[in-house]
Nanobody, 125 residues
Framework: QVQLVESGGGLVQAGGSLRLSCAAS????????MAWFRQGTGKEREFVAA????????YYADSAEGRFTISRDNAKGTLYLQMNSLKPEDTAVYYC??????????????????WGKGTLVTVSS
């Protein structure tokens, strides 16, 4: 079992930055792929970014490439998402995810077993 708790969401103006954190616990999360997904109002939950267990491979959705950075600190049990140059269309609930298999661009929420409860990011124009 893996437990995930997100934090760091909030209200920010367009062009601003936020850093999301996800505290992970459980016996084997350090060997899991971890990722961020997001779900806007009335939209399907979508892939944002993912990272492999060692942190040396990262993957991004086109919408996040060049603006967001995913990282992890296994010693601290924490996953991060640094979000810069935020846009109103980034407004969504952001979810931390973990899976004992690759999470890649194109992965759907049904492919992932472990989820946090989400943190809301609102970007005002």
């Amino acid at each position: 079992q893996v437990q995930l708790v997100e934090s760091g969401g909030g209200l920010v103006q367009a062009g601003g930055s936020l850093r999301l954190s996800c505290a992970a616990s459980g016996r084997t999360y350090k060997t899991y792929y971890m990722a961020w997904f997001r779900q806007g109002t009335g939209k399907e939950r979508e892939f944002v970014a993912a990272i492999n267990w060692s942190g040396d491979r990262t993957y991004y959705a086109d919408s996040a490439e060049g603006r967001f950075t995913i990282s992890r600190d296994n010693a601290k049990g924490t996953l991060y998402l640094q979000m810069n140059s935020l846009k109103p269309e980034d407004t969504a609930v952001y979810y931390c995810a973990a899976e004992n298999a690759p999470i890649l661009p194109g992965s759907r929420w049904g492919d992932v077993d472990y989820w946090g409860k989400g943190t809301l990011v609102t970007v005002s124009s």
